[in-house]
């Protein structure tokens, strides 16, 4: 391929970082199912572990397999590097871990997926460190919410399940004032509606279990590095601006640039943590990849559809889904993700909480679960499930209020997916 | 040329084509980023060479160092500049009387005056980039730590000579 060339999102999702194997010639990424790697000789282990050379020591920290879909996922998402883990929550947890100190707080979105909500609101109390919610439609409220102790900004690009789409550029904007980094989840939209960078994200994190992967087999999340923030500016990241002592007093942000917070992730976080993703999981993840974009686009199509004929269906009082004109987020969706409002949202039933639970008990071809972005149609009402643990009030802000029933619009032919609602909602 | 961003071809060539790389402001301290890259390039089998006045005649990266371009009295194929940019015209000068062929400076050092005198007197010249990461890039090595190489290629790579964990800048043709 010529030099000056800069190939398109398809060929990206099929080729990136996938090169024929070294010793076998195998076209596919073999799944590398070893825990460890014999080093050259003792000059090349110690070159190793000081991090001199680039190379595989330990399955915890790298694995070839797991390799090929980091750089798939910073080829796709414009970054400088990424590093893939064991979940979506696992990638969160690291940026954090890698990000705070004791006392820090960040500001957060307070329509995130419900599982996001309870990380930040419980798990990291036990750390010292503390989360100010703000309105993900609106910027004002995060710049309200900045404090001198302010390490991040945190948003989903789509929430889920709210079908908010989020004015990442003006988020961003805050976040450069504030000189902190934002971080999206970019989970909902994939990179192939949207890619955050270009509206200011420094930090993109995607639970890969979703759509990305696509299959509903394998739980993974990544972390991706778009090598925009200046780590060494400010004393507010002493992790990546101080030497570290585990590594001979090596300063990360100064030895690695603009993929130093990629690296600190893993060298640091991936290491002392050790959520590290199973070579078989990024191997199916990494298939599912190569057929994002025709997956995505169907998603899109088939989710289109369905949320039209749920709004002229008489049972429905509401369906919020950002696709639709008339939606209040129709315009930032035509803006951020013109392609399509992705394939997950949410609508109400007029008798409500009873009404959620029996339509999840009629359907025959939706499955009842609780995860979304798979090649199946998915359902769940989440006020009895995912953001059960939250209080009313919680789960009204979040987009989960009792009424609610969410979507993941599965590739099946969109017609049987509408079928099996109508003889659903005809049951109720 | 264009400085602002260079072909893959443009750099993989430099560093196919050379073998001695005087390392101008090299460190004493383990910690320093021209520390990783002299390790690097001589474990690639590089010959590398410390350039510091200070520092004449002690032992850095396992090499001796130099006091100055002009004392080292073999041919130097590369001078890489871990200087600042304003001091990259002086070495860029001195660099050009030894005859140098290739003026590489690294990541954040840029002095477009320097690289003018350079490519007038014939030579090639690489501004705000590292070599080592250059050749993880181009070799694909960096793809190992997550990084994105930014190339793509459906032909194999070879192992280097002294392993399974090292590459090559070539490809199986
Ligand atoms: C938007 C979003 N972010 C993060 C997660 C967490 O990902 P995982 O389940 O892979 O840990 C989810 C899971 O549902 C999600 O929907």
């Known amino acids: ?428 | 040329m264009n400085h602002d961003t260079y072909p893959d071809a443009y750099i993989r060539d430099i560093l196919l084509k050379h073998a001695v790389f005087a390392v101008v402001g090299a460190s004493a301290k383990t910690t320093r980023p021209s520390y990783y890259v002299m390790k690097y390039l001589a474990a690639k089998g590089y010959d590398v060479i410390p350039v510091s006045p200070g520092l004449g005649g002690r032992t850095v990266a396992d090499r001796v160092v130099v006091p100055s371009l002009a004392e080292i009295g073999r041919p130097v194929d590369v001078v890489d500049i871990f200087r600042n940019s304003d001091a990259a015209f002086a070495v860029t000068e001195e660099a050009i009387r030894i005859g140098a062929k290739v003026i590489w400076m690294q990541i954040g050092v840029r002095n477009d005056a320097a690289a003018r005198l350079a490519e007038e007197a014939g030579l090639k010249v690489v501004m705000n980039r590292c070599p080592k990461i250059e050749y993880g890039r181009l070799s694909g090595e960096i793809g190992w730590t997550g990084v994105n190489s930014r190339t793509l290629s459906s032909r194999r790579p070879l192992l280097g000579p002294k392993g399974g964990q090292q590459r090559t800048l070539r490809d199986e043709t």
């Open chain 1, 1 to 428: 391929m010529s030099e000056e060339r800069t190939p398109g999102f398809n060929t990206l999702a099929i080729h990136a970082g996938a090169r024929p194997d070294a010793s076998t010639g195998a076209r596919v990424t073999p799944i590398y199912q070893t825990t460890s790697y014999v080093f050259d000789d003792a000059d090349h282990a110690a070159a190793l572990f000081n991090l001199e050379t680039f190379g595989n020591i330990y399955s915890r920290i790298m694995n070839p397999t797991q390799a090929v879909l980091e750089e798939r996922m910073a080829a796709l998402e414009g970054g400088t590097a990424a590093l893939a883990v064991a979940s979506g929550h696992a990638a969160q947890a690291i940026v954090f871990h890698t990000l705070m100190e004791p006392g820090g707080e960040f500001v957060a979105a307070r329509q995130l997926y419900g599982g996001s909500i309870n990380q930040f609101g419980e798990a990291s109390r036990s750390s010292d460190w503390h989360v100010q919610w703000a309105d993900t439609t609106d910027a004002e409220s995060f710049r309200a919410a900045v404090s001198p102790k302010t390490r991040a900004i945190f948003v989903e690009s789509i929430a889920n399940p709210g079908g908010i789409v989020t004015d990442i550029a003006a988020i961003s904007a805050v976040a450069k004032e504030a000189g902190v980094p934002l971080i999206v989840d970019n989970t909902l939209a994939t990179p192939y509606l949207m890619q955050p960078k270009e509206y200011g994200a420094d930090i993109i994190v995607h639970s890969l279990t979703k759509f990305l992967g696509g299959h509903g087999n394998s739980v993974g999340g990544v972390i991706v590095d778009c090598g925009t923030f200046d780590w060494m500016a400010s004393g507010r990241y002493p992790t990546l601006s101080e030497p570290c002592a585990s590594y001979h007093g090596m300063t990360l942000g100064e030895t690695f640039g603009n993929f130093a917070f990629a690296i600190a992730c893993r060298v640091l976080g991936l290491r002392d943590l050790g959520p590290a993703i199973a070579p078989m999981n990024a191997f199916l993840i990494l298939n599912g990849i190569e057929t994002l974009p025709l997956r995505m686009q169907r998603h899109c199509d088939n989710a289109r559809q369905v949320a039209e004929w749920l709004s002229d269906h008489d049972k429905v009082a509401w369906v919020n889904y950002a696709g639709l004109p008339g939606n209040s987020f129709h315009g930032t969706a035509m803006l951020y993700c013109p392609k399509g409002a992705g394939a997950v949202f949410t609508f109400g039933l007029k008798d409500g909480y009873e009404a959620g639970i029996a339509l999840v008990g009629k359907v025959e071809l939706f499955s009842h679960l609780a995860n979304i972005g798979d090649t199946r149609s998915l359902i769940i009402h989440p006020a009895s499930t995912t953001h059960r643990q939250l209080g009313d009030e919680a789960r009204e802000r979040a987009g989960a209020g009792a009424d609610v029933v969410r979507l993941s619009v599965g590739l099946e032919d969109v017609d049987d997916i509408i079928a099996d609602l109508d003889q659903a909602l005809e049951a109720i």
